[in-house]
């Protein structure tokens, strides 16, 4: 199947620094990306929707100048966690879904995840 | 938002035994898909049962899907305990094709 790749796998950093998550499609191009928060032992909350080439669309309550998204190619899109705090810790996971495959009646291919550690 | 809810929550089982977890959502679909998570990882798509579909097998899965009662089950036989994970169904929903997760299922397999 296809490959996303998610970096870094896990970072810790100290509370108002920024982070910034990669998520990169290796073999395929994404026009969309999506990127996922998921608290320990709970279901993954989606937090926007990537577009290559325009803006993000943000799900409700979730802060868009914190959560900073970049699509500048068909294969990459950036997450920046502006200002950490330790109520942002948590694990962001990121997906993607072949261009080539059409827009929606076929799987996903997700990142290995991002652990976020704000101390 | 959660698409649904997944019961059980948690499931224990011996290596050997089926292992059954099913998912209700909300909304019409097109498909339903299924995915595992190993504990601290992305999701690895399983099976995808589309709506005009009422089983589907691949392997040692069987998914089952009832668009009446908005519900689905996945099967899981003869488990090991490589097994052991965290199920989610999803849905596709909005205009971007998002994949909405229900509440998944932690299943433990014990050897």
């Known amino acids: 199947g296809a490959v996303v790749s998610q970096h870094p796998s896990w970072v810790i950093c100290k509370s108002g620094t920024s982070v910034k998550i990669e998520c990169r499609s290796l073999?395929?191009?994404?026009?969309?990306m999506f990127w996922y928060r998921q608290f320990p032992k709970q279901s993954l909350m989606l937090m926007a929707t990537?577009?290559?080439?325009?803006?993000?669309?943000?799900e409700q309550g979730v802060e868009k100048d914190k959560f900073l998204i970049n699509h500048a190619s068909l294969t990459l899109s950036t997450l920046t966690v502006t200002s950490a705090h330790p109520e942002d810790s948590s694990f962001y996971i990121c997906?993607?879904?072949?261009?080539?495959?059409?827009?929606?009646?076929?799987?996903?291919?997700f990142g290995q995840g991002t652990r976020l550690t704000v101390v | 938002s959660q698409q649904g809810e997944e019961d059980p929550q948690a499931l224990s089982i011996q290596e050997g035994e089926n292992a059954t977890m099913n998912c209700s959502y909300k909304?019409?679909?097109?498909?339903l898909q299924w995915y595992r998570q190993n504990s601290g990882r992305g999701l690895v798509h399983l099976i995808l049962?589309?709506?005009?579909?009422r089983e589907k097998h691949s392997g040692r899965l069987r998914v089952t899907l009832d668009t009446s009662k908005k519900s689905s089950s996945l099967l899981i036989t003869a488990s090991r305990a490589a097994d052991t994970a965290s199920y989610f169904c999803?849905?596709?929903?909005?205009?971007?094709?998002?994949?909405?997760f229900g509440s998944g299922t932690q299943l433990t397999v014990l050897p």
């Open positions: 997906s993607a879904r072949d261009r080539q495959r059409g827009s929606g009646n076929t799987e996903a291919f």
């Open positions: 073999d395929f191009q994404a026009t969309t």
């Open positions: 990537s577009n290559e080439g325009s803006k993000a669309t943000y």
């Open positions: 909304t019409s679909i097109n498909n």
């Open positions: 049962i589309r709506s005009n579909e």
């Open positions: 999803a849905t596709l929903s909005g205009s971007a094709r998002q994949l909405t």
